[in-house]
């Protein structure tokens, strides 16, 4: 086997030995090596595409997964990793507390915004089939349902027109237009596309484990969301949004029901000619693996667990050091995407996620997170929100607070009650036979009420009647082998249960 040299020249060392390669060339050699076996692969499945249209953008999409691919492999061979002694906390012009800003309701630049609502994901995790936006939250309605209430609300109220559009991964998209179809008869605009899909690397070889275009879906992948802006702008809808006379676009997760549009952020970031605003949240026990924003080399920058060096993940993870963490709710001018992207400027830290397939396959998916691009936009900063516009829903735990007493809805907004009186909600903490959304509503006779809840721990087989209230500290603990039914109308204040406690109907 020979190797070409692909760096600055050989080293004396290697000039004295000329079969010998340096550490460096030999990475360098065996990139270069990689990159070439993966670029005719990428090829091959390209031919395979009959369509000419559908051709063009299949290779489109495997161009712009050679750049991050190629990105990969350097950052590998340098080994390139974040520099911790740079690390600065965010300056006070970085960090904008949410109460500085004007609290405006007159809103004269909402007809300048679209609302994006990331809808890539798959309800596998809480048991469900379909696009966890499917999922019913709250009163019989889904997320989509909800955001969909409140664009359509916003527009009668301002009457103004804001778009409302889905980013679909092609896990999402097929459902996600067939279920889109029932607001035709809404008075509002919904807009999808598709973010790219990526073939999944086989970890030993670097080769993509997908052999066709068709092949098992499996076999390809999402590429985080930072592919938003390339595929918004390969789709046409970013020229199509600029046309229109759209200049800002907030985007959110669609199961963070905290995110609504916010008059006084948008009007904020018209003021200060800001491209870029993140929206932050103070830090809390259960958010140590959120990303965060700091100071790198006196420009801000979005960090996340990822890209931290392994002897500095638990500073990382500190709640002295790092104090706020990105909500993934962001603010984002339009004109100025196209310009960095029109610059090929744009660098997104590369997130390599390491995965076992179901037949035992070591494969990589490479992503990219979407805050990562606050690096790249002018008077870019974070502004520090209130917790309440951060209400996810990645679990059956955070199922069970937003079905509670603790909020209402209020045209598809969820309102936290006036009778709770801390501004934090309650952790709760369900156990696997809560994890899957059938056996968590079969646990149920009525979801208890928690206005006064401060912690919540069910683990083991425990079931809830109905009208219950739970106050202050409550763990409940069944064994393996028991069971516990709580009984209707129980209240139970810093209590401890466990044991055996069955209820049986007479």
Same mark, same amino acid.
């Given at each position: 086997?020979?190797?070409?040299k692909? %760096?600055?020249?050989?080293?004396?060392?290697?000039?004295?030995?000329?079969?010998?390669?340096?550490?460096?060339?030999?990475? %360098?050699? +065996? #990139?270069a090596?990689?990159?070439?076996?993966?670029?005719?692969?990428?090829?091959?499945?390209?031919?395979?595409?009959?369509?000419?249209?559908?051709?063009?953008?299949? !290779?489109?999409?495997?161009?712009?997964?050679?750049?991050?691919?190629?990105?990969?492999?350097?950052?590998?061979?340098?080994?390139?990793?974040?520099?911790?002694?740079?690390?600065?906390?965010?300056?006070?012009?970085?960090?904008?507390?949410?109460k500085?800003?004007?609290?405006? #309701?007159?809103?004269?630049?909402?007809?300048?915004?679209?609302?994006?609502?990331?809808?890539?994901?798959?309800?596998?995790?809480?048991?469900?089939?379909?696009?966890?936006?499917?999922?019913?939250?709250?009163? *019989?309605?889904?997320?989509?349902?909800? +955001?969909?209430?409140?664009? /359509?609300?916003?527009?009668?109220?301002?009457?103004? #027109?804001?778009?409302?559009?889905?980013?679909?991964?092609f896990?999402?998209?097929?459902?996600t237009?067939?279920?889109?179809?029932?607001?035709?008869?809404?008075?509002?605009?919904?807009?999808? $596309?598709?973010?790219?899909?990526?073939?999944?690397?086989?970890?030993?070889?670097?080769?993509?484990?997908?052999?066709?275009?068709?092949?098992?879906?499996?076999?390809?992948?999402?590429?985080?969301?930072g592919?938003?802006?390339?595929?918004?702008?390969? !789709?046409?809808?970013?020229?199509?949004?600029?046309?229109? %006379?759209?200049?800002?676009?907030?985007?959110?997760?669609?199961?963070?029901?905290?995110?609504?549009?916010?008059?006084?952020?948008?009007?904020?970031?018209?003021?200060?000619?800001?491209?870029?605003?993140? /929206?932050?949240?103070?830090?809390?026990?259960?958010?140590?693996? *959120?990303?965060?924003?700091?100071?790198?080399?006196?420009?801000?920058?979005?960090?996340?667990?990822?890209?931290?060096? +392994?002897?500095?993940?638990?500073?990382?993870?500190?709640?002295?050091k790092?104090?706020?963490?990105?909500?993934?709710?962001?603010?984002?001018?339009?004109?100025?995407?196209?310009?960095?992207?029109?610059?090929? +400027?744009?660098?997104?830290?590369?997130?390599?996620?390491?995965?076992?397939?179901?037949?035992? /396959?070591?494969?990589?998916?490479?992503?990219?997170?979407?805050?990562?691009?606050?690096?790249?936009?002018?008077?870019?900063h974070g502004?520090?929100?209130?917790?309440?516009?951060?209400?996810?829903?990645?679990?059956?735990?955070?199922?069970?607070?937003?079905?509670?007493?603790?909020?209402s809805?209020?045209? *598809?907004?969820?309102?936290? #009650?006036?009778?709770r009186?801390f501004n934090?909600?309650?952790?709760?903490?369900?156990?696997?036979? $809560?994890?899957?959304?059938?056996?968590?509503?079969?646990?149920?006779?009525?979801?208890?009420?928690?206005? /006064?809840?401060?912690?919540?721990?069910?683990? %083991?087989?425990?079931?809830?009647?109905?009208?219950?209230?739970?106050?202050?500290?409550v763990?409940?603990?069944?064994?393996?082998?028991?069971?516990?039914d709580?009984?209707s109308?129980?209240?139970?204040?810093?209590?401890?249960?466990?044991?055996?406690?069955?209820?049986?109907?007479?």
């Amino acid at each position: 086997m020979s190797f070409q040299k692909t %760096g600055n020249g050989a080293s004396a060392s290697d000039k004295q030995h000329p079969h010998t390669l340096s550490t460096l060339d030999f990475q %360098g050699a +065996s #990139s270069a090596a990689a990159a070439k076996a993966m670029r005719a692969e990428l090829a091959n499945l390209a031919s395979q595409v009959q369509d000419e249209e559908a051709r063009k953008y299949f !290779s489109n999409e495997m161009d712009n997964f050679f750049v991050l691919f190629t990105r990969y492999l350097n950052e590998k061979a340098k080994g390139t990793k974040i520099s911790w002694d740079k690390i600065q906390s965010p300056s006070n012009e970085q960090i904008v507390p949410y109460k500085n800003l004007d609290q405006i #309701s007159a809103p004269s630049d909402l007809n300048k915004l679209a609302v994006l609502k990331l809808n890539g994901g798959l309800g596998t995790t809480m048991g469900c089939v379909g696009p966890k936006s499917a999922i019913e939250v709250r009163d *019989g309605m889904t997320f989509l349902d909800l +955001s969909v209430r409140q664009i /359509e609300y916003l527009n009668k109220k301002h009457d103004v #027109s804001v778009p409302f559009i889905l980013m679909n991964s092609f896990n999402t998209d097929e459902e996600t237009k067939r279920i889109v179809q029932k607001y035709a008869t809404h008075n509002i605009e919904i807009l999808t $596309f598709n973010q790219s899909r990526h073939p999944r690397i086989n970890k030993e070889s670097l080769l993509p484990v997908a052999r066709s275009p068709a092949s098992p879906i499996d076999q390809w992948y999402p590429p985080g969301h930072g592919d938003l802006y390339e595929s918004l702008y390969n !789709s046409g809808l970013l020229d199509q949004l600029i046309a229109q %006379g759209k200049e800002y676009l907030f985007v959110s997760n669609v199961d963070n029901l905290g995110a609504t549009v916010d008059l006084s952020i948008l009007h904020h970031m018209v003021q200060t000619e800001a491209e870029f605003i993140m /929206e932050v949240t103070d830090k809390t026990k259960a958010d140590i693996k *959120g990303g965060t924003l700091i100071d790198y080399d006196g420009r801000i920058r979005l960090l996340e667990i990822a890209q931290v060096p +392994s002897e500095h993940v638990e500073d990382f993870k500190s709640i002295k050091k790092f104090q706020i963490f990105n909500t993934n709710n962001l603010w984002i001018n339009l004109k100025a995407v196209k310009r960095v992207l029109e610059e090929e +400027s744009m660098d997104l830290e590369i997130i390599v996620n390491n995965k076992t397939t179901d037949n035992g /396959e070591k494969v990589i998916q490479l992503e990219t997170a979407v805050g990562a691009a606050i690096k790249h936009f002018k008077n870019a900063h974070g502004i520090n929100v209130p917790r309440s516009r951060f209400l996810p829903v990645k679990s059956t735990s955070d199922l069970f607070l937003v079905t509670s007493d603790l909020y209402s809805l209020n045209h *598809g907004e969820l309102v936290m #009650s006036p009778k709770r009186m801390f501004n934090t909600v309650p952790l709760v903490k369900l156990g696997d036979h $809560f994890k899957k959304v059938n056996g968590f509503m079969a646990r149920f006779k009525g979801i208890p009420h928690i206005l /006064e809840l401060d912690h919540l721990t069910v683990t %083991g087989d425990v079931t809830f009647g109905s009208n219950i209230e739970l106050r202050g500290t409550v763990i409940i603990v069944a064994n393996h082998g028991d069971r516990i039914d709580i009984p209707s109308g129980s209240v139970l204040e810093n209590k401890v249960v466990s044991g055996n406690l069955r209820i049986l109907d007479h």
